[in-house]
């Protein structure tokens, strides 16, 4: 993880782990304070968390679109190449945007059956446990990364039949750029289709698992300053 500190300053397990430890050191010790600084960026976080859970709910009813889609090329004898493809990648994309939001509204499966043994030791084992999970969605999320910007470099293809218009490509690796490369990318970009790229459909997990992980993170530090989970699952009665 030393690879990014020519850029950041920091070794990056630095800007990962030790920094947000700290933050969270902070914020068990002055809890009230660090409340009345956080809340603006507490109330900027739930807007992404939401917007990610409208991003997994347009790619779910993506996949009922292809699906359709599919039939009626089927009812009319004609062929849509690479609609098992979408599919399966609108399919990565509704599960790995739909991390954060779906933490946030507890929806994902937490064992509490050690939180519920007795009230003094409740809040220590959920910070402990948060703390591990954050860690963890972290090193999932720097490797997805890592994943996504192997596959550039190596230019891996798809094996499938699914193709993209070459401007989509250059749409999204103009984020991965700085401003002043754009004008030239555009210029050598035409108008033709090409097999879709391995790193594009991967976006969605890496986007994804960073979102997962600044959300864990978040809600470990709204559990120290708060001194109570802010994740509250439905009740089903």
Same mark, same amino acid.
């Given at each position: 993880?030393?690879?990014?500190?020519? +850029?950041?300053?920091?070794?990056?397990? !630095?800007?990962?782990?030790?920094?947000?430890?700290?933050?969270?050191?902070?914020?068990?010790?002055?809890?009230?304070?660090?409340e009345r600084l956080l809340r603006p960026i507490w109330r900027v976080l739930d807007k992404v968390y939401l917007?990610?859970?409208?991003?997994?709910? /347009? +790619?779910? !009813?993506? /996949?009922l679109i292809l699906i359709i889609g599919q039939m009626v090329a089927r009812w009319a004898s004609l062929t849509f190449?690479?609609?098992?493809?979408?599919?399966?990648?609108?399919?990565?994309?509704?599960?790995?945007?739909?991390?954060?939001y779906a933490l946030t509204q507890g929806a994902h499966i937490r064992v509490s059956i050690l939180l519920n043994l007795n009230n003094h030791t409740k809040f220590w084992l959920d910070a402990l446990a948060m703390l591990?999970?954050? !860690?963890?969605?972290?090193y999932f999320a720097r490797y997805a990364i890592k994943t996504n910007i192997m596959s550039e470099i190596l230019n891996d293809r798809t094996q499938g039949q699914d193709f993209v218009p070459e401007w989509?490509?250059?749409?999204?690796?103009? +984020?991965?750029?700085?401003?002043?490369?754009?004008?030239?990318?555009?210029?050598?970009?035409?108008?033709?289709?090409?097999?879709?790229?391995v790193w594009l459909p991967q976006l969605p997990m890496s986007i994804g698992t960073v979102l997962l992980a600044v959300a864990i993170?978040?809600?470990?530090i709204r559990l120290l300053v708060l001194r109570e989970t802010q994740i509250h699952g439905e009740v089903l009665e």
């Open positions: 993880m030393r690879d990014w500190q020519p +850029f950041l300053g920091l070794p990056l397990w !630095v800007w990962l782990f030790v920094l947000p430890s700290c933050l969270a050191a902070y914020c068990l010790w002055r809890g009230p304070s660090a917007a990610s859970g409208v991003l997994a709910s /347009i +790619f779910m !009813v993506t /996949i190449p690479g609609s098992t493809e979408y599919a399966g990648y609108a399919m990565a994309a509704t599960s790995f945007f739909a991390l954060a591990i999970a954050a !860690v963890t969605a972290t989509l490509l250059t749409f999204f690796s103009m +984020f991965a750029n700085s401003p002043d490369k754009w004008a030239e990318m555009w210029a050598n970009t035409g108008s033709e289709w090409v097999y879709t790229p993170w978040d809600y470990l």
